[in-house]
């Protein structure tokens, strides 16, 4: 069997980042990327086959310092472009215009143990089935674990791996240090859907992600030596037919050393 590619397109894109400091404890951020995702590896015939695709992206970011501890942060970005026609098909080509956002506030106590408490929700924008138009969130570079390690297997059946789009996620986390190499992580997120589910045998009729409960605990022996414990434990709701809990559990060690040749 072949390898999982990383990306299923080929993808280029040239972009802008600005960041202000002007103002003690705050720091905002301004962003805009021009991509191209084209050359899908898999054959037209293929349901998630995607035409070649340009897309731009407009966004801002805010992280204000407020007193006692506490501070506060929001994200949001918007998108549009085009999409070409399916090759081969009457798939018409398709304009692009979809949203994704972030909030969140976080309370670091002055305790022992270093209590930090954080609430926050995510939004990205899923494909509306009444519109003409591509809605889905393009997550554009975050093909990566950015909030599970579990749940991006189970955004296979949607668009691909790690594909992150069409969610409404609340996230309640608590981080503990019992001592100074030791970090303690508890995370919760309550997901669900933007929009109704794709066709298909994975999907029920419901909105309802489930829940996913992260537990996890990182060491550091010495400066170049660290390892943690990863668990992960999903409970799906109404969006998949199947209510089977999911389970993930990873051991790491890492050393790092560095080398003059």
């Known amino acids: 069997r072949a390898p999982q590619a990383p990306n299923e397109w080929a993808e280029q ?93 976080k309370k670091a106590i002055d305790a022992p143990w270093k209590p930090v408490l954080s609430l926050g929700y995510i939004a990205l924008s899923g494909q509306d089935p009444t519109s003409s138009r591509i809605t889905a969130w ?32 609340c996230e309640a986390e608590l981080r503990l240090r019992p001592s100074e190499p030791l970090e303690l992580r508890a995370t919760w997120y309550r997901m669900r859907a933007l929009e109704s589910a794709p066709t298909g045998a994975v999907f029920g009729k419901g909105k309802d992600r489930g829940d996913l409960l992260e537990l996890r605990a990182d060491y550091r022996f010495s400066p170049a030596f660290k390892g943690h414990v990863l668990y992960e434990h999903l409970a799906p709701g109404s969006f998949y037919a199947g209510q089977s809990a999911g389970h993930f559990l990873r051991f790491e060690l890492s050393w790092l050393f560095t080398a003059r040749f």
């Open 13 to 105: 894109a040239p972009g802008l980042y600005y960041t202000n400091r002007k103002w003690e404890g705050t720091r905002l951020e301004a962003y805009y990327f021009f991509k191209t995702e084209t050359e899908d590896a898999r054959p037209v015939s293929h349901p998630q086959f995607q035409p070649d695709r340009r897309i731009q992206t407009l966004g801002a970011r805010g992280v204000r310092d407020l007193s006692g501890g506490w501070s506060a942060s929001a994200e949001c970005a918007g998108q549009w472009g085009r999409q070409d026609a399916r090759p081969g098909t009457a798939e018409a080509a398709r304009t692009i215009a979809a949203w994704g956002g972030t909030a969140r506030v």
């Open 138 to 169: 393009d997550p554009l570079f975050s093909r990566w674990p950015r909030w599970s390690e579990l749940y991006v297997y189970s955004q296979v059946p949607e668009k691909g791996v790690a594909y992150a789009t069409n969610l409404g996620m």
